[in-house]
């Protein structure tokens, strides 16, 4: 059984940073696309970051793109968002995902497995 875990939001002050994690179980990520999307209150989930099985291919998108990075360490599972210079517009909720393949994607369609999400707060 496939499970993705994400930890790390929290409450944060504009300009700060925060690293979400997730750790997967179940899959090796190293075999499969792995994705980080957001969803604000009453607004659709958008794509945040995206990173192959490989880790060659890293695509990060919109309005984070230059503040946001995504990694991964194969040997603990885990893949990782690193957020600096938060904005307001940041404040979503964050999740994990888990692709049908080894490639990056940024379509909700194309992963298979998602995790629950860690809140992402930043104060005005």
Known sequence: QVHLAESGGGLVEIG???R???VVSGRNIREYGMGWFRQAPGKDREFVATISGSGVVIDIRGPVKGRFTISKDNTRNTVYLQMNNLKSEDTAEYHC???FTSAAATME???EYWGQGTQVTVAT
Do not use: E, I, K, V
């Open 16 to 18: 700060g940073s925060l």
């Open 20 to 22: 979400l994690s997730c």
């Open 97 to 99: 995902a888990s692709a």
């Open 109 to 111: 369609g194309s992963y």
